[in-house]
């Protein structure tokens, strides 16, 4: 059974920095593409960040680029998110996400392309 896990998430002042990490049981990261996800109340959840399944580039939303970096450590089994620069309207539950396919990451952009979810975690930026 596969199961994510994000971790990190919590409150930080608007200017600050927050790593959030993303592990896996039952499943290794190695060739697959892992994206992160965003969600706030009352709108439909957006695509952030992903690691292509070659873990050589990363790909980034227009609203995190420059300021939100995504890396994968297959040694660790380890995807993580680190966001510096943040903004109140950084605010949302965020998640990661594995691709459904090895070996690909085509549209990694949409929701419907990953087959595997973690529960999420809280980041709460504040004036």
């Known amino acids: 059974q596969v199961q994510l896990e994000e971790s990190g998430g919590g409150l930080v002042q608007a200017g600050g920095s927050l790593g959030l990490n993303c592990t896996a049981s039952?499943?290794?990261?190695?060739?697959?593409?892992v994206a992160w996800f965003r969600q706030t109340p009352g709108k439909e959840r957006e695509f952030v960040a992903a690691r292509d399944w070659n873990n050589q580039y990363s790909y980034y939303a227009d609203s995190v680029e420059g300021r939100f970096t995504t890396s994968r450590d297959d040694a660790k089994n380890l995807v993580n998110l680190w966001m510096s620069d943040l903004k109140v309207e950084d605010t949302a539950i965020y998640y990661c996400?594995?691709?459904?396919?090895?070996?690909?990451?085509?549209?990694?952009?949409?929701?419907?392309?990953?087959?595997?979810w973690g529960q999420g975690t809280q980041v709460t930026v504040f004036t």
């Open positions: 996400a594995v691709h459904g396919r090895r070996y690909w990451d085509t549209s990694y952009w949409e929701e419907s392309q990953y087959a595997y």
């Open positions: 039952g499943l290794s990261f190695s060739f697959y593409c």
